[in-house]
């Protein structure tokens, strides 16, 4: 079964960086924009950043932009995602996507970011 | 941003009973419209795209219609294993993508 798997979850310090990352099992990695949204406890799903095929775009939301850095590797069929300045708003299982806009879209199961003192 | 009105955001049913959800988009989006599953710790599950098509694999019992600002998302004959959130999502051309609040369904 093809899945994309996050890495594992971790708590940080506010004012901290971390690195996300995804690995996608199947072999149309490269075919595909990929994703990474967030849900923060007993909030609704929000779209973090999207990275095109070929990672020639980048796009971000209002509240993460000049704070994470979205980036991906085709030869190994990761996703990454460079979070810095890290808040306790930033709180949240981020989720990795393929596609999101139609067939063929894959979500990972979600990674639990908590940042706390 | 597009804001997504998903209702209800909970309910119950009983097997074999028709189930519908309804998103309504604060504007037209024509029929860039996904509906997921997602059960307790897995990943969202793609069910419908493009508003009313039926991604491979699933099951004919789920079904989606609507176009620009109104859609529905059914399920025909309620089974069980269909117990999970559900939750629509736009793609229209202007970022961001946003997702519905989401509608918990039980079996009554």
């Known amino acids: 079964e093809v899945q994309l798997v996050e890495s594992a979850g971790v708590v940080v310090q506010p004012g901290g960086s971390l690195r996300l990352s995804c690995a996608d099992s199947g072999f149309t990695f490269d075919d595909f924009t990929m994703h990474w949204v967030r849900q923060a406890p007993g909030k609704g799903l929000e779209w973090v950043s999207l990275?095109?095929?070929?990672?020639?775009?980048?796009f971000y939301a209002d509240s993460v932009r000049g704070r994470f850095t979205i980036s991906r590797d085709n030869r190994k069929n990761s996703l990454f995602l460079q979070m810095n300045s890290l808040t306790t708003e930033d709180t949240a299982l981020y989720y990795c996507?393929?596609?999101?806009?139609?067939?063929?879209?894959?979500w990972g199961q979600g990674t639990l970011v908590t940042v706390s003192s | 941003d597009i804001q997504m009105t998903q209702s209800p955001s909970s309910l119950s049913a009983s097997v074999g009973d028709r189930v519908t959800i309804t998103c309504q988009a604060s504007q037209d989006i024509s029929n860039k419209l996904n509906w997921y599953q997602q059960k307790p710790g897995k990943a969202p599950k793609l069910l419908i795209y493009?508003?009313?098509n039926l991604e491979t694999g699933v099951p004919s019992r789920f079904s989606g219609s609507g176009s620009g600002t109104d859609f529905t998302f059914t399920i025909s004959s309620l089974q069980p294993e269909d117990i999970a959130t559900y939750f629509c999502?736009?793609?229209?051309?202007?970022?961001?993508?946003?997702f519905g609040q989401g509608t918990k369904l039980e079996i009554k």
């Open positions: 493009d508003a009313s």
């Open positions: 996507a393929k596609g999101l806009d139609g067939s063929g879209t894959l």
């Open positions: 999502q736009q793609y229209d051309n202007l970022l961001p993508y946003t």
């Open positions: 990275i095109t095929w070929d990672g020639g775009s980048t």
